[in-house]
């Protein structure tokens, strides 16, 4: 169970660390767009910089593989969103993002929360489950998709409008944290297919679910779609959003779908729920609208953008 918590922190670092990285070489990229999938593929895979990140997100991924063998979905989410507390400091410190008096009290709650859902945890009386029906995870996952990519939509027109206020990002955080949500409960359903007892046959076990190809779904969108929101936005606004959304979509929907029980005993109840609860209200804290003035593009970067196009 401990090292299930260590790894969840690991993967707390590797995450905060390639959003933060792939921020820093979007800056220096030219304007990218949903609308032109190909060409934001092409920028963002010529930057050594963006591509250092995206390495750091996919270790993450087996770090939380590793987490959702040995911890309940509910304790793993709120310890997921402790992670915000290090991509504040680090988008603060790399990439000059102020923090503001909402975000630095939401570190506060996060760190409270993280206490309360670690000292919930019970060695042995945490069911952590294997597996689902696929048609339940189905008729959970694609809604929440269209749902995603409806948000995200409505966002990108609104961008488009005059004398509009500047967007803090959050319906895009929103958006991509749900289809995020979808691929959290993905990643658990694999680790449930992880065993060194014949691999071959888990293999084609695995390959039979609807998991891998949520994976492959929630990875291409998500990938294009978080990478435009985040040259937009703050990363510090932006991917708090998105985390709290997955971690509270996961948190409940996950629980459910996978039948996992919350702890008997009341003080680890009050703990657990009152962690998870706390967390959450992180999304609450946040500002829908970024009082910082807009920062024109300097001549090298919109010189580059002309000739990209």
């Not at 050594?48 to 793993?76: D, E, K, S």
């Not at 400091?89 to 630095?104: I, K, M």
Request: charged share 15%; with cysteine.
């Amino acid at each position: 169970m401990w090292w299930g918590v260590g790894a969840a922190l690991v993967a707390n670092v590797l995450y905060s660390t390639g959003f933060v990285l792939e921020k820093r070489a979007l800056a220096s990229l030219p304007q990218v767009s949903v609308r032109r999938p190909a060409r934001l593929l092409r920028l963002v895979a010529g930057s050594p910089l963006w591509l250092g990140g995206c390495l750091a997100l996919a270790a993450g991924f087996g770090a939380q593989l590793a987490v959702y063998r040995t911890l309940p979905i509910a304790a793993a989410q709120a310890l997921f969103v402790s992670g915000l507390v290090l991509l504040l400091l680090l988008s603060s410190s790399l990439l000059g993002e102020r923090t503001t008096g909402r975000e630095r009290y939401a570190i506060a709650a996060i760190l409270a929360a993280l206490l309360m859902v670690v000292l919930s945890l019970r060695q042995g009386e945490d069911n952590v489950s294997k597996g689902a029906p696929p048609a339940l995870i189905l008729g959970v996952c694609v809604p929440t998709l269209a749902t995603g990519l409806l948000v995200y939509g409505c966002a990108e027109r609104r961008t488009r409008r005059r004398h509009r206020l500047p967007t803090a990002g959050v319906e895009y955080g929103v958006s991509v944290g749900l289809l995020y949500g979808v691929s959290s409960l993905a990643i658990k359903g694999v680790a449930g297919y992880l065993t060194t007892d014949r691999p071959v046959t888990a293999v084609l076990h695995l390959l039979t679910s609807p998991y891998p190809y949520l994976l492959l779904c929630t990875g291409g969108f998500g990938l294009v779609m978080s990478q435009a929101a985040l040259q937009r936005c703050r990363a510090s606004l932006i991917v708090p959003v998105c985390t709290t959304v997955t971690c509270l979509f996961t948190a409940v929907l996950g629980t459910l779908a996978f039948g996992e029980s919350l702890p008997r005993e009341p003080v680890a109840l009050v703990l657990r729920l009152a962690g998870t609860g706390l967390a959450v209200s992180v999304l609450l804290l946040m500002p829908k609208h970024d009082n910082s003035p807009p920062q024109p593009p300097s001549p090298a970067k919109e010189l580059a953008s002309r000739e990209v196009r």
